[in-house]
Every structure is written in structure tokens, then in C-alpha cells.
């Protein structure tokens, strides 16, 4: 099982935001109330990332380290105590120690679903329900490390429903996402078409492009159909449809 047991009870973990009850956005939980906790700090940079703000080191006096028990007051006061799907996300919160909070949200009747890129594998991700990898293509400007994905997946083995999530931009990133579904032909996929007016990390809304980001899904369900690659899932993100680049919802 996963790593809880290594995880001291001092430990902190290093949080930027904490949000919810709101819906998660995107991918195979669309739709489904949650709480967020968003780590701060991230292995990665990508190019059109949307959540610098808890990437940048700049922003590093905005996280805190948090202990076990503070992050489950706070999840607990969200959502007035009654179960939900918590969303881990960042940053990668890969990075973080993350299963003594997966332990305790079990402990309680939450369910626990992260995202992460696949560049770090953890021992814990055995102990999640949801495990969503989304390497990230060629547009973001990243370089792929199909070993640290495989990794990830063997590290998560037959604990969390697995599944993996693109964000495509161009026929570059399509193909790279079907190179690495071919891959790892067992997991479900997900694309979804990319925003590329992602708020500033300084402001916490900003102006975005709908017609353009529409514009490129509709470009992508018809390369998908194309292709006849029915086994993959299109999705809009859904908070960006309700919200644009609105923070925190
Ligand atoms: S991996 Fe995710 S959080 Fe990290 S820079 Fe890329 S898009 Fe942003």
C-alpha cells in the first residue's frame, strides 16, 4: 500500500488554495461536486500553463505549509462535513506528501482524485480512487519522459481508476496523444482542446478567447472522428465554459 506510513505526523504540506464546494471542470470526474486543495510548486513550465500561481517560486510566500490537520479543517468546513470527491491538483502535487491525506479523507467517506503530469511516480498513488495522468505535448514546450509516466501507472498499479487526459493545441499535440495512448492502450482517454488565454498568475480573472477555444474543439471532434478513434472522450473544460479564467471556482 502507499506511503502513509512514511509520512511523519509533522509533516506539512505546501498548499496555495483550497476552494470548493464547486464542480471539477474537466476529464473523467466532469460535472462532479468536489473541493479543491492546489499544492504549491511544480517540476514543470509549461507554456500556456493556467495555474502559474502555484507554480512560479515568485509566488512561493503565497503557499503555506500546512499540517495534515488544518487542510482537513478547512476540506471539512467546505463541505460541511458530508463526503465529496476531493481534487488534488496543482502544481504537481505529485511533489508533495500527499497520503496521509487520502488516508484520512477515506477515513471520513471522501473520495480522492488527483491530477498530475507523470513525471514523478509516488508509492501512494496505489491508495487513490482517481488517478488522471496528462502528460503534456509538444506545445507546451516539455519534453516527454514516457519512463516516469510508465512509472506512475506501475506505482498507482490496480488501485485508482487510471485514465489519461491531453490538452491539445495543434495536430502536434494530437499526435502525441496518440502516440502515448497507444502506449498505454488499457487506460481510458480524455482530450480536451487547450485555452490559450490563460489568466496572468498576478490577476485572478482575466479576458479568454471562448470563440477560439470553441473553435478548436470543434476542430478536434472532427479530427477525433476523422482518425475513428472512438475509444477518446472530448471534453470542454466546464469551468472555463461557466467561468472563463475566473479564480477559485
Ligand atoms: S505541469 Fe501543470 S501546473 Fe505544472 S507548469 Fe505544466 S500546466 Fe502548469
Redesign the pocket.
Known sequence: MGGVSSVSATETIRVSEIFGPTIQGEGVLIGQPTVFVRTGG?D???SW?D?LH??ESRFRDSWIAMSLDDIWGQIEALSGGRPLTLSLS???PAIQPLGSLIERAHQHGYRAALET?GSIARDWFSDLDVLVLSP?PPS?GMEFNGDALLDCVRSAGGGPETVLKFVIFDEADYQFATQVAQLLPKLPVFLQPGNHTPPPPEESDAAIDMSGILDRMHWLVERVMQDRWFEAKILPQLHVLLWGNLRGV
Open positions: 511544480c514543470y513550465r509549461c500553463c495555474s502555484a507554480v496543482g502544481g504537481n503530469q503534456k507546451s
